[in-house]
């Protein structure tokens, strides 16, 4: 198995643009979650999916940050419209059941937004 | 609501020093405690957690809840463990609750 699969690894986009992250987790997985990372702020959980249903999305910065999961192996966070801040390193995670089953993490994507 | 605090952003030490990386939280309950670890160029993936009560790479923790602390500790660092370590804390059942991870602490082992 592949691991968590992300796209893209790095995204460079200007202010304003839509931009659209997305994750494969493992086969079999049934829970995903989405994360920022910043130094400033550390790792922030964002949204967390169980069986394709989001559970908790209070991590959700602002209503700019969407994110859907239509099916099993495949998930988006979408940020329309991007802003300087929103400049991280954005991770997917999967585990087999909920939160407390060991995260396995993608590689990332670094999104640099001018 | 539940908060975890890594109070060092940067540790440094040297090889074969004993190494301790804090790690205190915000929950008057029992809660689930762990650490991740992110190599460079590697994934972020789970330390160690403390229902499991084991010493991963030399690395143990102790859920201390008269002072809310999970540090991580060493006695003989390396090289190798120079990395980002997250404490996460978890507060919930199986399928519902809050997992809050710190802010991280870059270790660096020096030779």
């Known amino acids: 198995d592949a691991g968590v699969i992300q796209s893209p690894r790095h995204e460079v986009t200007e202010m304003g643009q839509e931009v659209t992250l997305r994750c494969k987790p493992i086969?079999?997985?049934?829970?995903l979650f989405w994360y920022r990372q910043t130094m400033m702020r550390g790792l922030e959980l964002l949204i967390y999916f169980n069986n394709n249903v989001p559970i908790d999305d209070s991590g959700m910065p602002e209503d700019r940050f969407s994110a859907k999961m239509p099916n099993a192996s495949f998930s988006t966070l979408k940020i329309q419209p991007s802003e300087p801040r929103d400049s991280a390193v954005y991770f997917c995670?999967?585990?087999?059941?909920?939160?407390?089953?060991?995260?396995?993490f993608g590689p990332g994507t670094r999104l640099t937004v001018l | 609501a539940q908060r975890v605090t890594q109070p060092e952003k940067l540790l440094s030490v040297f090889k074969g020093a004993p190494v301790e990386l804090k790690c205190n939280y915000s929950y008057s309950g029992s809660p689930e405690l762990f650490w991740y670890v992110q190599y460079s160029r590697q994934r972020l993936q789970l330390l160690l957690r403390?229902?499991s009560r084991e010493s991963i790479k030399g690395f143990t923790a102790d859920l201390n809840k008269g002072e809310t602390s999970f540090h991580l500790k060493k006695p003989f660092a390396q090289e190798e463990d120079s990395a980002m370590y997250y404490c996460?804390?978890?507060?919930?059942?199986?399928?519902?609750?809050?997992?809050?991870f710190g802010q991280g602490t870059i270790l660096t082992v020096h030779p």
């Open positions: 403390h229902i």
């Open positions: 086969s079999g997985h049934n829970s």
């Open positions: 996460a804390l978890f507060v919930g059942g199986t399928s519902y609750g809050k997992l809050t």
């Open positions: 995670a999967s585990t087999s059941s909920g939160y407390t089953d060991t995260q396995y």
